[in-house]
């Protein structure tokens, strides 16, 4: 029996469909959104908010121990039960607002699995539910290594949710999510080591500053191990032996598995509604149609170039708000797109990456600005920081890689430059506040620069 019909049904309440279910309700339409597990999705209650929440303190630790022996003295630590009571306390009610949120708006939340019966009727708990569009944003789930004793192995979700810091832990994988978790548990007081079967880590980040950061992380104390494949996990009286193929055994208190992310799209009926897929995601065209004309696509479940963060899933969920309110029937064209690493100390980059930069040497210009070395007073005595910046033939800024502290913030001032194509002229209509870092950066780029 049809419950009730619909404009749109989007599957999944992360950023990648919730901010265009409110602008398109709106705008007028008829839109329920249908959610397995908690409203807002990933970022909010698994990801981004949460770990940045517990990254806090652990930053004020990494920039404490910065000034040890130049102005710091004693000890201050970090109390994870009253931190973890903290993070709940906050990240808990973002959820509940959005509801509220939706509620307000009209906007029928449908709680449950949300299956294709074809391309216009989803299936949830054995009701059926009719829809002009339909836009997927399932998002995607951590990868699990299947080897003997998966059972012992904890995902991102278990670790941000720790109610007590396990003494020593091992993560698997060198990727986004392990080093950024290492780095926050290290300075949290666990013995922290990172197994992962690559030669490197942070794959597709300038390699200058993976290395770096992972150096970094060494003389902090955090053990890595490369070139090893996890085999096994055993239970070994109360804690857990990690074993690798080339025989590595590691005793630990509790083992991360972060060996990547996989899109969710089985078991939501996708051949019953004509839309193709593959192991890296569900296909869309240059308009995020999939290959069913009235079915969409958005977020991290998209088979994509480029990075699967939360602004990218956002840009993309109002895209398909502006499509289908008749707002837009161009293309999506994606402006650069800044990611950050975490750690301690942060890596960041945007837009041509310097390892292609280098490449092409007839094409870019590559510059390194060492403004820890030349500007120290700017930064909380932080030596290695340091920026490399890519300039097309025509001198316009077109990427930078960024390794200190700071990346998080000198990144969005650099993709700034890049994405509005600025010369010096047009910086030099605004007057920024010193000292900072954006300040020094300005004085080193202008040398490279267009000029107007
Ligand atoms: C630990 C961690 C840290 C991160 N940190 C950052 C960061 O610092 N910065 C950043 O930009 N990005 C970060 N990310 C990535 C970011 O969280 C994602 O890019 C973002 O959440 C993608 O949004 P989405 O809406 O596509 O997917 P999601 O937020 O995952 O939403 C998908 C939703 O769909 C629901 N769903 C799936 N299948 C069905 C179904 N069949 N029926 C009903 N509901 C369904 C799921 O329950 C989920 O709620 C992080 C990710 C992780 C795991
Ligand atoms: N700051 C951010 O923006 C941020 C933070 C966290 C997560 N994310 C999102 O999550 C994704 C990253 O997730 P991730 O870190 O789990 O994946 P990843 O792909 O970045 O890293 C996984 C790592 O595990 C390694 N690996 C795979 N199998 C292994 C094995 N058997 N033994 C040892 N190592 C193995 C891989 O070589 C790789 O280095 C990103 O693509 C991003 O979308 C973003």
Redesign the pocket.
């Known amino acids: 029996m049809m419950e009730k019909k619909y404009d749109i049904i989007f599957i999944g309440s992360g950023h990648a469909n919730w901010h265009a279910a409110v602008a398109l309700r709106q705008a007028g339409k008829t839109v329920a959104i249908i959610e397995e597990d908690t409203i807002a999705g990933t970022c909010t209650n698994y ?2 908010n949460a ?1 940045i929440l517990l990254d806090g303190p652990a930053d004020v630790l990494h920039q404490v121990k910065a000034y040890k022996g130049v102005g710091i003295k004693g000890n201050v630590k970090i109390d994870w039960a009253e931190l973890m009571a903290y993070k709940q306390k906050t990240i808990t009610p973002i959820h509940h607002e959005l509801e509220k949120m939706f509620n307000a708006l009209g906007i029928d939340i449908i709680d449950g699995h949300g299956e294709f019966v074809n391309k216009h009727v989803m299936k949830v708990n054995e009701k059926e539910y009719y829809a002009e569009n339909i836009v997927i944003g399932t998002g ?1 789930r ?2 699990v ?1 299947n ?1 003997p004793g998966k059972e012992y192995l904890n995902t ?1 979700r278990d670790f941000l949710d720790l109610p007590a810091l396990p003494e020593h832990i091992t993560f ?9 978790f290492a780095a926050l548990a290290h300075q949290a007081g666990a013995k922290v080591d990172v ?4 030669d490197s ?4 980040f300038y390699d200058k500053y993976t290395e770096r950061v992972v150096e970094s992380m060494k003389e902090q104390g955090i053990k890595f191990y490369f070139n ?3 085999s096994e996990v055993a239970r070994v009286s109360g804690d857990y032996e990690v074993t ?1 193929k080339t025989g590595l055994r590691i005793v630990t208190n509790y083992v991360v598995d ?4 996989i899109p969710n799209v089985e078991k939501l009926g996708l051949e019953n509604a004509g839309v193709a897929y593959n192991r890296r995601g569900i296909e869309v065209n240059d308009h995020l149609q999939t290959t069913q004309a009235n079915i969409f696509a958005a977020g ?1 479940v998209i088979d994509k170039a480029i ?4 602004p990218t899933a956002t840009f993309e969920s109002n895209y398909i708000a502006k499509l289908l309110s008749g707002k837009t029937k161009a293309a999506i064209v994606y402006p650069p797109v800044a ?4 750690t301690l100390p942060r890596i960041a980059q945007v837009g041509v990456t310097i390892q292609d930069a280098k490449k092409e040497p007839g094409k870019y210009t590559v510059k390194t600005i060492p403004h820890g070395q030349r500007l120290l007073f700017q930064t909380k005595n932080e030596e290695q920081a340091e920026v490399t910046v890519a300039f097309d033939s025509d001198r316009y800024l077109v990427g930078a890689a960024v390794y200190g502290d700071e990346a998080p913030e000198l990144i969005n001032f650099l993709t700034m430059i890049i994405a509005q194509k600025m010369t010096v002229a047009d910086l030099e209509q605004a007057v920024f506040a010193f000292p900072s870092q954006t300040i020094g950066m300005l004085n080193f780029l202008e040398g490279s620069l267009k000029a107007g």
Do not use: H
């Open positions: 990801g981004c770990k995607q951590p990868a290594l080897i991102s698997i994988g060198a990727g986004i999510v392990s080093l950024e197994i992962e079967f690559a880590a942070l794959r597709g090893e494949a996890v690798t972060a060996t990547g992310r991290d990075p699967r963060l939360t990611s950050v690493v975490f």
